[in-house]
């Protein structure tokens, strides 16, 4: 099946530093890219989604200056996430969803952030 | 409002079968998929639905029904690694994934 790849799985920074969240198609073009995040004992809840080549559509709630989304090819997109924070720490995990809508969704292995 | 609806737990025998429902109220519908979850891991592919009926992979089914906004995941043979979440998503009009909150199932020997 296709492979999405997520790099890295898990990362530790100092508050007030900023990360950078790679999350790559490797076999397949995805025009769009998803971005969710998961706190402990909650479903996963859709950040942002991401389109090639444009601006990407953030959920209600989520700050864009925060969490900084760049789509810039078929088969990368990145999460940079901006002076974190230790609320910030979370499971991050993104989604690629090939061209056509009547494929799967793949998912990354995801990032765990732990911001102290 | 859109929403998903599973239920919150559920526990099941080993080797027995399992029926996980799912109902959805969205704005518009371009599928429904299930996923599986372990404990600190992203989520696994199981199943997408976008077409009414019966979809059959080995040991799991997935069912739609459009006009009742209704989804079921069976799982049959249940297996100790079955133990897991379920979580049921549908993408909407504008083709993002509403999830549900996830059905806990654990499997008692």
């Known amino acids: 099946g296709a492979v999405v790849s997520q790099h890295p799985s898990w990362v530790i920074c100092k508050s007030g530093t900023s990360v950078k969240i790679e999350c790559r198609s490797l076999d397949f073009q995805a025009t769009t890219m998803f971005w969710y995040r998961q706190f402990p004992k909650q479903s996963l809840m859709l950040m942002a989604t991401s389109n090639e080549g444009s601006k990407a559509t953030y959920e209600q709630g989520v700050e864009k200056d925060k969490f900084l989304i760049n789509h810039a090819s078929l088969t990368l997109s990145t999460l940079t996430v901006t002076s974190a924070h230790p609320e910030d720490s979370s499971f991050y995990i993104c989604?690629?969803?090939?061209?056509?809508?009547?494929?799967?969704?793949?998912f990354g292995q995801g990032t765990r952030l732990t911001v102290v | 409002g859109q929403n998903i609806d599973q239920p919150t737990e559920m526990t099941a025998t080993e080797g027995a079968i399992v029926q996980i429902n799912c109902t959805y109220q969205?704005?518009?519908?371009?599928?429904l998929f299930w996923y599986q979850q372990h404990a600190g891991e992203a989520p696994t592919f199981l199943s997408y639905?976008?077409l009414d009926g019966l979809e059959e992979k080995g040991r799991f089914s997935s069912f739609l029904s459009r006009s009742k906004g209704y989804s079921y995941l069976l799982l049959k043979e249940l297996q100790m690694k079955d133990s897991a979440s379920y979580l049921c998503a549908v993408v909407d009009s504008n083709y993002q994934l509403i999830w549900g909150a996830g059905t806990k199932l654990i499997i008692k020997p």
């Open positions: 969205t704005s518009g519908f371009n599928g």
């Open positions: 639905n976008v």
């Open positions: 989604s690629a969803r090939p061209t056509g809508i009547d494929t799967e969704a793949f």
